[in-house]
């Protein structure tokens, strides 16, 4: 009995102990600050264990289209057979739809013998080389066209140039016309703008060799040509605007030097090439100038420039100055012209009215502008095996002198009006050159006539009487022009 007793007082005393355990939360949860221990918290941290991948929510699809599969591979034979009989024979081995235009007819008759060959392979021997049909594959479907769609970029500038060249003249005037006497040579070269429109080239060329039912479109401004035709057609405009805009976008640069030689007395009839021969030592010069001429003098230049060896040779025929290098890029077929020099006003008379009543004169003038210099108009035309074709027009102006033009005012007064003499010469020639020789244009010799004043200082100013202490010499000068042409293709 007392040990009953004394069982249940320890279970008592138990549970009210338990009952009387502070909690170490508070009623929100959280754990009281004076049970927080830093140093225990940090440890915990320093132990805590490396996150591991973030969780992974999105479901991956396996990727299935656009993978390669394997080309089937066909073997057959046909012999007059209709191309839908062989179409079909396809697509019994194939996954493909199929789509025929109405406008094909399907039994065009085709022989073909095929070994291992792949899918297109077929296609093109079949239905575009046997039956001329055009053929594409689209979204896993066949489809079989009459003709064939394409657009070609020809990038080419929307231009026309206009060329005239007129070279000579009437030499003895028409006033010796009534004698019988003609004195006349003239070389006349012009290019219309219709035939340097190459636009209009395509279109008529396209024109002929598309079939009658096949489609021919050109956009002049934005370079684009679009064509539908039978696979044969397309291709064969296809290769010739091809072969076009290769031979159009062909471009040369022209590198020019032009010099002036002002004669000594011993070559005042022109420079003596025959006394020009250059050798050397070391084909690793300066520059490309490959020039020769018939034996003579001997210049020996080792590791120099041939142009100033053909300079130094020069000096021995005069004093030299070089008037302008112009180098300048052109494509092929097409014109540059440079221009050396400067423009020259003088009056020109039209036409001369009086008034019988009045007695009045009215000189019909205007003022025209001549160009004084050099001019150099130049035309390439570039083959595919590296010659270059040059028409050359070189042109030199001077004023020789001025004369006075008297023109009647009245019945017995006129006024004199000064008018330039000009010196003209010009040439015109058509080379064919390998690229990277030069051509040499020479032999336009022309007079300069300058009168030099001598004499005492102060004196020869005196009026009347300064003629006595002054001299009044006239020179003439023999100065010949020579012109250097390098063309060089451009890659």
């Known amino acids: 009995m007392k040990r009953a007793i004394l069982i249940s007082s320890i279970i008592l005393i138990a549970f009210f102990c338990a009952c ?23 440890e915990q941290q320093k132990k805590a264990a490396e996150p591991g991948p973030p969780p992974f929510t999105e479901e991956l699809t396996p990727v299935t289209k656009g993978l390669d599969t394997e080309q089937k591979i066909f073997s057959m034979t046909f012999e007059n057979a209709p191309i839908g009989s062989i179409i079909n024979a396809l697509m019994k081995d194939s996954d493909m739809n199929l789509s025929v235009e109405s406008a094909v007819d399907l039994t065009r008759p085709v022989t073909i013998t095929l070994k291992n060959a792949t899918l297109e392979e077929v296609l093109e021997m079949a239905v575009v080389r046997g039956a001329g049909f055009a053929w594409s594959i689209t979204d896993n479907c066949l489809n079989i066209q009459r003709f064939q769609e394409h657009t070609y970029h020809f990038d080419y500038l929307d231009i026309s140039n206009e060329t005239d060249i007129e070279i000579g003249g009437d030499m003895l005037a028409s006033g010796v016309a009534g004698a019988g006497v003609s004195g006349k040579i003239q070389l006349k070269a012009k290019r219309s703008a219709e035939n340097t429109d190459v636009w209009a080239s395509i279109q008529t060329a396209l024109e002929g060799l598309k079939s009658e039912e096949g489609t021919l479109r050109i956009s002049r401004n934005a370079g684009v040509i679009y064509m539908a035709d039978t696979p044969k057609k397309v291709s064969v405009m296809v290769n010739f605007l091809d072969s076009l805009s290769d031979s159009l976008h062909r471009q040369v640069f022209l590198e020019a030097k032009i010099v002036e030689v002002s004669l000594n007395r011993d070559n005042k009839y022109g420079i003596d090439w025959s006394k020009f021969d250059a050798y050397f030592k070391s084909s690793d010069l300066t520059d490309e100038f490959e020039i020769n001429f018939n034996s003579g003098g001997t210049i020996l230049k080792a590791d120099y420039s041939r142009f100033s060896t053909v300079l130094d040779f020069l000096l ?49 003038a205007s003022i025209k502008r001549a160009i004084l210099g050099l001019q150099l108009g130049l035309t390439a035309r570039i083959s595919n095996t590296g010659m270059v074709t040059l028409n ?26 000064s008018n330039p003499i000009i010196d003209l010469q010009e040439l015109a020639t058509t080379v064919r050159v ?24 102060g004196l020869r100013r005196i009026p009347l009487l300064g003629s006595l202490f002054k001299h009044m010499e006239e020179k003439k000068e023999n100065r010949e022009l020579v012109i250097f042409i390098t063309p060089h293709i451009m890659k």
């Open 434 to 457: 390998e690229q990277g020789r030069s051509i040499v244009i020479a032999g336009l010799i022309s007079q300069i006539s300058q009168l030099d004043e001598n004499g005492l200082p």
């Open 392 to 417: 050359i027009v070189p042109t030199i102006t001077r004023i020789q002198r001025e004369e006075n033009v008297e023109l009647p005012t009245s019945g017995e007064t006129a006024q004199a009006i």
């Open 20 to 42: 009387s355990t502070p909690d170490r939360k508070n009623k929100a949860g959280f754990t009281p600050i004076e049970m927080i221990k830093p140093g225990e918290m940090i």
């Open 316 to 364: 021995t025929q005069g004093d030299v100055s070089t008037l302008s290098n112009p180098h300048v890029a052109v494509m092929n077929g097409q014109s540059a012209i440079m221009t050396v020099g400067y423009q020259f006003p003088y009056g020109d008379i039209e036409g001369v009215e009086r008034d019988l009543e009045s007695g009045t004169v009215t000189v019909d």
